[in-house]
């Protein structure tokens, strides 16, 4: 447990992409993930368990569903003007609201 909590605080926050550069090839999804995976896998007890089933015994979650969770908590607080973020460019909602 020790370990993970030190990878949580020390590790994933370098691996938790800003919405403004957060990967969008599968290949550079993958090598982010990797960094995680291979940490799990290093765990004692873990070498067995699959990726999922070792990320629900640490109480961890892939970190692409940490990127896609943030990116929905952005476009939200962007469309409700939640934030006051000075725009240089306009942001066009036409798709969503029809």
């Not at 938790?16 to 550069?21: E, L, M, R």
């Not at 896609?68 to 962007?78: A, E, G, K, S, T």
């Amino acid at each position: 447990m020790l370990l993970t909590n030190a990878f949580t605080v020390y590790v994933r926050p370098m691996l938790d992409c800003s919405p403004v550069w957060s990967p969008c090839h599968i290949g550079n999804i993958n090598k982010l993930e990797s960094v995680q995976w291979m940490f799990t896998k290093r765990l004692t007890g873990m070498r067995s368990l699959s990726y999922k089933s070792r990320l629900k015994a640490l109480g961890l979650e892939p970190l692409e569903l940490r990127r896609i969770r943030m990116d929905l908590i952005i476009f939200y607080n962007v469309v409700h003007r939640t934030w006051s973020i000075q725009y240089t460019v306009r942001f066009i909602f036409t798709a969503l609201l029809g």
